[in-house]
Each structure stands twice: as C-alpha cells, then as structure tokens.
C-alpha cells in the first residue's frame, strides 16, 4: 500500500497536465504574491542599513532622541573632542547628512537627494573611490551614487549642475543605494563644501553649523577593546548622547524601521493576505481532485483501504503541489526581484533563510487546503456512490 500511494497522488495530479498547469499557475501567482511582499519588506529595512555598511569606525555617538539616521537630531562638536582625550580612542570624526535638492540636467526638474559629508583625511566609509580624494577636495564638487533613479538624471564624471541652487561638478562615482533619507540618490563630499551648501545662512532657518555633528564615528586603538572604550564613553559623556558599538548600530537603526513605522506590519498583513488566497486556490485543486475520482476513492475504501490511506494521498497530493509550485515561483520572483531594484534602488535580495521559510508557508498552506479537503473524502460512502 505504501508503495502504491505515491504513485495514486502523483497520477491524480498529472492525469490532465493542461488543467494541472492552470491549477498551478494559480498557487504560483499566491506563492509570488508572498515572496514580493516578503521581498518588499525586507528590501526596505536592509536598505536603510547600508549607509551604516559601508560605514567603518569602532564606536559610534548620536543624539539619545534620534531613533534612525532618518531623523534629523544632531550631537555638539564638543563631544568628539571630550571622546578623543580618552587612553584608546584613536580618533573621533563628524558625520554630517542633510537632504539636498539636485537639479537634473535633462528635464531641468529638482529632485531629492542625500548629502553625506566628512573629513576626507579621515575616510569614514569603504568606497574605493576614496581613496584619492583629490578632485574631491576641490570647491564645490561631489560623488554621487551610481545606483541613483534615472529621476536624478546625468551623474557621469565631469557632468556639471546644480545643488541647493549651487553649481556641482561631478567628479566621480560610487555604489550604495536608496533608502527613505536619499529619496533619489547619494552625493558624497567634502566637509568644507558641505558648509557651503548648506551653511551660512540662520541656524533657525535650517543652515548647518560645524558644530551640529549628526554621528560621531570612533575610531579605536587596536589594543584597547571597544566594548571597555564604550563603556568608559556611556560614563563620561553627557546623557544626551547615545554610545552604540559596531554591532548595535545596525539593529539601532533596524529596530526603528520594524518597531516604529507600520512598514512590518502592512507588508506582514499582505503577506498573510497572499498566504490566504494560496489556500483557497490549493483548495479548489485539490476538491476539484477529489470530486473527480470520488468513485475511485469508494472502490479503494471498499476493497479494504482505510481512510488513513485516503488521507496520505491528499497530503502527498498537497505536497506535490506546494514543490511543484514553489520552484517556477522562486524561478519568477528572481526576475521581479531584479526589475524591481532597477526600479526603486531598493536591496532585494532572495536570501536562503527567508526562502526557506516562505518554502514552510507554502507546504503549510497547501497542506491546510488537503486538511480542508478531507471532509470530502471522509463523505465518500461505496454504498452511497454505487
């Protein structure tokens, strides 16, 4: 018997392999609907963690009230300097980040963009393309982010525009992404011409001051420990200042983005939604299954198979369709994951872990539609259908 279930599951399905592919495609759509909200999700937290990526440094300062790099609360120069009079901090740099509007050459719109701006002596980040900071020292120049939206128009070496109404000249490019804060994209520059966009002007109006340090990055001497730097910082240094190591910063900014916004949840209720209707197609294939060969099940109950044969064939059957729709589904989800980053600038990444638990839902989903399919099965009576 156990030898002979397989095959009554597996012939059920492909008896009639034009109605099985148009059942199937049907489970395919729920399983994809799944993996882009999944994918969704994800892209946008793991998007707002790669500034902090590429991001080098030992220990880091920001303001006890800014919850995300995304809200704008800065840290007084000050507390670098008090950080760096410390045995073991090898030095202490400021951040600065500020929104800026970028004017795009072709259709002469303004877009928004992300300014990132440090000391280029003391390169706070891992971009090749820092390391000859050059033709980025000169005034009013910048790097700006390959992965940009085509809305930020041309961004190759030597094109010439405009920033917050300044003249920019592009000398060169690097590799990072969007996230909420750069909108379109990312411009890399130096402090001084940070200071000249977007300083000079009323503190109370919006301009920046050197002394509005939105991350202090520190730099540890590689014979101290950082966690005992770190918690000689958390001692020393006003309360208004947060202290997070390497390993804190990440889950810092993510916490923000899974705890504070409603993104985990819209995108968990869709996915449940798509959860939802794999169940209610799986159901129908497989009823429809059943109500097909409902005499064949009465002949096998009546020569002696018991229901929990019965059953083994609907869950082989559940199963059969929960692979056989997952495989062109992952195959599909591939290809939109790609468009969509092309897209948006978002990460979309299709990572083991998170397919291996849309796998679970989708046999989860499938085997819930064979477990409401059994009331059919159990109805079939051989004096009844006879």
């Known amino acids: 018997m156990n030898r002979l279930t ?41 998007s707002q963690l790669q500034l902090l990526d590429h991001l080098r440094g030992d220990i880091f300062l920001v303001h006890e009230r800014r919850p995300s790099l995304t809200i704008p609360k800065a840290i007084p120069q000050r ?16 951040l600065y980040v500020n929104n800026a509007y970028w004017k795009n050459l072709e ?30 020292q000169l005034p009013y120049t910048g790097l700006v982010d390959r992965r940009s939206r085509p809305e930020v128009g041309l961004i190759s070496p030597g094109t010439l525009t405009e920033l917050e109404d300044q003249q920019i000249r592009v000398v060169g490019n690097f590799t990072l992404g969007n996230d909420f804060a ?36 520190v730099f540890v001497d590689p014979a101290y420990s950082p966690g005992a730097i770190a918690a000689t910082l958390r001692q020393a240094l006003p309360p208004s200042v947060t202290v997070l190591l390497r390993e804190q910063v ?28 794999g169940i209610i197609l799986c159901y129908q294939i497989i009823y429809a299954d059943i109500a097909d060969h409902l005499s064949e099940y009465a002949t096998l109950k009546a020569i002696g198979y018991r229901n929990i044969f019965l059953y083994g064939v609907i869950f082989q059957e559940s ?19 790609a468009i969509s980053q092309r897209a948006t ?3 979309f990444e299709m ?36």
């Open 6 to 46: 397989p095959s009554v599951a597996w012939l059920n399905l492909t008896h009639k392999p034009v109605r099985l592919l148009l059942l199937l495609s049907g489970i395919v759509f729920a399983i994809v609907l799944m993996f882009m909200f999944s994918g969704f999700k994800f892209a946008l937290y793991d």
């Open 79 to 94: 507390v670098l300097y008090q950080a760096q009079a410390y045995p073991g901090v090898r030095t202490a740099s400021a």
């Open 107 to 136: 259709d002469e719109k303004i877009r928004s963009v992300r300014a990132i701006a440090f000391n280029l002596n003391e390169p706070l980040f891992d971009f090749p393309e820092l390391q000859n900071t050059a033709a980025l």
């Open 182 to 217: 750069s909108e379109n994209g990312n411009v890399i520059m130096s402090t001084e011409n940070f200071f000249r966009y977007f300083g000079g002007g009323d503190p109370a109006a919006g301009a920046r001051t050197v002394d509005q340090v939105d991350v202090g990055v």
């Open 250 to 277: 990440k889950a810092w900014e993510r916490s923000y983005w899974q705890y504070s916004t409603n993104i985990g949840f819209v995108f968990g209720l869709l996915t449940i939604m798509g959860f939802v209707i």
């Open 319 to 337: 199963l059969l369709l929960a692979v056989m729709g997952f495989i062109p589904a992952t195959l599909l989800t591939y290809g939109l994951y």
């Open 345 to 347: 600038g978002l990460v």
């Open 351 to 386: 990572r083991l872990d998170r397919s291996l638990n849309l796998l679970v839902m989708t046999v989860l989903m499938c085997f819930i539609a064979g477990l409401i399919s059994l009331v059919k099965v159990q109805q079939s009576d051989p004096a009844e259908i006879f």
